[in-house]
């Protein structure tokens, strides 16, 4: 009984210590090293839009090529008129396509732009609504482009 104790604990250690070996050599670095900083910013931030009623319509979905991407804005339900909409797209696995749109204003609360996406993948799209230089929020999004 000893022997079998002995063994079972001999593999556990090993388990762990090789286990802690690739989780060091490995690591990725999805720890955020000023996480409390950005935290705070973030909940800033939702409080704000919250405060102003602020929603941001989903594109449709993207697809190869060209595409027109319309974004719907509101504040407590009324078209928002003023502000800085800027559309983000990038690819996750390439970075080298990164691109960021300004929107225009098409009609009160309707902000458009064009993003090109060059190849299959899953893409990445963030709007950010700015107000007199200051972030009022941000929206993320991601597609499967087939």
């Keep these: 009984m ?3 104790l002995s063994i079972i604990y001999a593999c556990f250690f090993t388990a762990m210590a090789c286990g802690l070996f690739v989780a060091y050599k490995y690591a990725d670095g999805l720890v955020e090293s000023n996480y409390y900083d950005n ?6 931030t939702k409080a704000l ?4 009623g602020i929603a941001l319509s989903q594109p449709d979905s993207l697809k190869l090529g060209s595409n027109a991407i ?4 509101t504040s407590h339900g009324q078209p928002l ?16 396509y990164d691109s960021t749109m300004t929107m225009r204003q098409l009609a009160p609360g309707i902000y458009q732009t064009t993003a ?3 190849f299959k993948g899953v893409w990445f799209a963030r709007i950010d609504l700015k107000q007199q230089q200051q972030l ?7 597609f499967n482009v087939r």
């Design 2 to 4: 000893k022997i079998t």
């Design 81 to 96: 008129e003023t502000g800085d909409l800027s559309l983000f797209i990038g690819n996750l696995s390439n970075t080298r």
């Design 116 to 118: 090109t996406i060059p």
């Design 39 to 44: 935290s705070t910013h973030y909940f800033q």
């Design 49 to 52: 839009e919250e405060k102003l």
């Design 136 to 142: 009022i929020t941000t929206k993320k999004w991601f």
């Design 70 to 73: 319309q974004i719907r804005a």
